[in-house]
Structures are given as C-alpha cells and as structure tokens.
C-alpha cells in the first residue's frame, strides 16, 4: 500500500511514534475515499513492523505487514458495519480483545471504519473505554461524517482531518505505477481529490466502464432536442438506485466543469448556468433520499436547464 497525499499528516504520525507520544484513540474524519484507512493501516504497520528502517517507514515485507495489508494480523482488530450499522456486540467483542495483552506486535489496534454507523448502544459502550483506555491499545475512528458521533466521544479522541489530495499528485504518483496517463486523466478528473476511488476504478474496469456511458449518455444530451431529454427522463426516473447514480456522476462531470472553467475567465453568465445546475442535481438527490418525490419531473426539470 502507498499513501499518495496526506503527507504532513504522516509525518505529524512519524513524529509522534518517535517521540513515544501516541494517543489512545484517534478521530481520522473528511471526505470518504480520500486515504483515512490507507493512512490507518500504515500507521499499524508503523507501530508494529517488525523490521522498520531508519526512516521510520514500514519495510512492506514482513510478515506483520503483509498480514495489516490483509486486515488478518493478530493484533489488528478491524471493525466495520454490518448491513449498514454497527451494532453493540461488534464493539463488545472490541473491548473483549483489546483487554488482551498483545500478541506479536507492540500495540493491539482497533480500527472502526464507518464509525459513524456505531448504533447509540455501540457509541455508548465504545465510550467506556475511551475514558479507561488500556495499555498498549490504540483506537483509531474512520468516518466521513463525525457530526454523527456522540460529542463525548469526539472530546476523548485525538482529531485529525483529512482534505482531498490535489489531483496532479494523484495523477502524477500512479502514472510513476505505471498507469496510463490517458486512463487516469479521466479517473483523476472525476474523483475529484479522491484517491481511494481513483484506485477502485483502476481495479474494476466493469465500474469504470459505466462511469465512462454515463458521461458519454451526457455529452449526447446536452446536443439533444428536448423531446429526446424528456424520453431519456421518463427511462432513467424508473429505476430510484440508477437515477441516483446518473445524478451523482452529472454532479462530478458539472463541479469539475466549474473548477475547470474557473481557470478561463468564463462568462457570469456560463458560471451562473453551472452553479444552477449543480444545486438542481444536489437538490433532487437530496429529495429522493428524504421524499416520494416525483422522479421524472425532478429530471425534466434538471435537463430544462442544460
């Protein structure tokens, strides 16, 4: 694994492995796919490699390290939802394991992924041990969404935050992997500073590929006459699941527009078109989230506008 990003908060985490300054449980909170676990799992390696050089950088060969990347090292404790919630067992099978002394490595490490999906019972129970931490246990909270999480919970965490990583460093560092650059151009672009999704759609090419139609679907539309927009509208409002799919790349594919022509001295009037569109799409996913509301006119009313 390699953290692409993110790089004064890794050395933050060096720093305070060197200096013996490690927190009992931290709060790794922004923007989902942006590298919180990637950094997470590096920092298990960090404090329980066997074999770390003199720069403090996990050797990515022994066998702990191998055994973090497959979330199968013993002293690795990873927790994440169960059909979407975590439940108070999970986390008191947690407490369970962190009472025990170490294994092999140095620390016992529970990570939570999606921690704002702990149930009020599991946040309440995750609690007590916060204020009692043991020895020797580290717990690291993962979440795109930390509003979500008991304010007491939040003041016994040590809080660092996340942002998205510029795009020509994402760029830059999988092109040195041996990526293709014209590949990744339209990857880069559409993650927005998500590193994590950029490496999902490398390894799935099925997902990629439907990004790619959907985007291509959209170049037509936007050439069309309205009667085929209120025929492509009537098809995609019949399936709730791929209507919010289709909205949630229009809104990449429209907010890097913005970024884009932000750098070319666009009209008042192209950027006002842009911002009206993206809070159309915002607001219409929003509303097919929370209400019934009716999905083929939302759409006609978004593809009035392109």
């Not at 923007?31 to 298990?44: C, M, R, W």
């Not at 022994?62 to 067992?89: G, Q």
């Not at 580290?138 to 016994?156: G, K, V």
């Not at 884009?260 to 097919?288: A, E, G, V, W």
Request: net charge positive; proline share 3%.
């Amino acid at each position: 694994m390699q953290i692409i990003g993110h790089q004064n908060i890794w050395k933050f985490l060096v720093k305070s492995k060197k200096a013996g300054k490690i927190s009992h449980a931290y709060l790794f909170s922004g923007p989902s796919k942006v590298g919180k676990k990637t950094v997470a799992l590096e920092f298990v390696k960090l404090l329980n490699c066997e074999n770390i050089n003199g720069k403090e950088v996990p050797c990515q060969k022994c066998r702990a390290c191998k055994d973090i990347d497959k979330l199968s090292y013993p002293d690795l404790i990873f927790i994440e939802p169960s059909k979407k919630e975590i439940y108070i067992s999970q986390i008191r099978e947690l407490i369970w394991k962190l009472a025990l002394e170490p294994y092999s490595g140095r620390y016992k490490v529970a990570l939570i992924d999606d921690a704002h999906l702990m149930n009020k019972e599991a946040q309440s129970a995750l609690l007590k041990t916060l204020e009692e931490p043991k020895e020797k246990s580290i717990i690291i909270l993962i979440t795109a969404f930390p509003e979500l999480l008991l304010p007491t919970i939040i003041s016994r965490v040590e809080k660092i935050r996340f942002s998205l990583v510029p795009q020509k460093e994402i760029l830059d560092s999988l092109v040195k992997k041996g990526f293709s650059q014209e590949l990744l151009k339209g990857l880069v672009d559409f993650s927005l500073g998500r590193v994590g999704e950029v490496i999902y759609l490398l390894e799935h090419s099925g997902e990629r590929e439907k990004i790619f139609k959907k985007q291509k679907e959209l170049d037509e539309l936007m050439k069309s006459s309205l009667g085929e927009r209120f025929r492509y509208a009537k098809t995609e409002s019949q399936d709730l699941d791929r209507l919010k799919i289709t909205l949630e790349i229009w809104l990449r594919y429209f907010r890097n527009q913005l970024i884009s022509s932000l750098r070319n001295q666009p009209t008042k009037k192209y950027l006002k078109k842009l911002r009206k569109i993206i809070n159309l799409i915002q607001d219409i996913h929003f509303l097919l989230s929370k209400t019934e509301v009716n999905k083929k006119l939302a759409l006609e009313t978004l593809l009035l506008e392109f």
